[in-house]
């Protein structure tokens, strides 16, 4: 009969090391772009009256339209709001959601080359800074593509 504790002793640390490594291949748990928002999406003083962690519940109506781009049978959305109702945040959320659980093409489009630039700096370069998901997932910029939006 083995002695188990002499097997915990010898292999314990290796199959300790197994674990932890095999970890990083465990696919992100299933969430829907809200419950990703809700958990992860930290937003920033640049860009927000509310910094700090992005919050449904000071704007519920947001839920639904972020959590139907990953339904299938929805072919398009329509958002009609007043401005300044959580639009850009909706599509923030939904882009960090696509970059940190389920990466794939995306494209992102405003109306002018002038106002995907500021988008891309004043928006989605502090997001990315400051939500540590989209921080370990987007690549640094090195000083040679600063200007690159």
């Not at 519920?60 to 300044?84: C, F, H």
Request: charged share 20%; with cysteine.
């Amino acid at each position: 009969m083995p002695d188990y504790r002499k097997l915990i002793l010898q292999f314990g640390p290796t199959i300790a090391s197994l674990n932890k490594n095999f970890k990083v291949w465990q696919p992100p748990p299933r969430l829907t772009v809200s419950e990703w928002a809700e958990r992860h999406r930290i937003l920033s003083s640049e860009s927000s009256a509310r910094a700090g962690m992005f919050r449904l519940a000071l704007a519920p109506y947001q839920r639904e339209p972020m959590n139907s781009v990953k339904d299938s049978s929805v072919q398009s959305i329509t958002l009609m709001w007043a401005s300044q109702t959580g639009k850009t945040e909706c599509i923030n959320n939904i882009v960090a959601y696509f970059i940190c659980q389920d990466p794939s093409p995306i494209l992102c489009i405003q109306p002018t080359l002038e106002m995907a630039d500021t988008w891309s700096k004043d928006r989605l370069a502090p997001m990315i800074r400051d939500t540590p998901q989209l921080n370990k997932a987007v690549s640094p910029t090195k000083a040679r593509d600063s200007g690159n939006t």
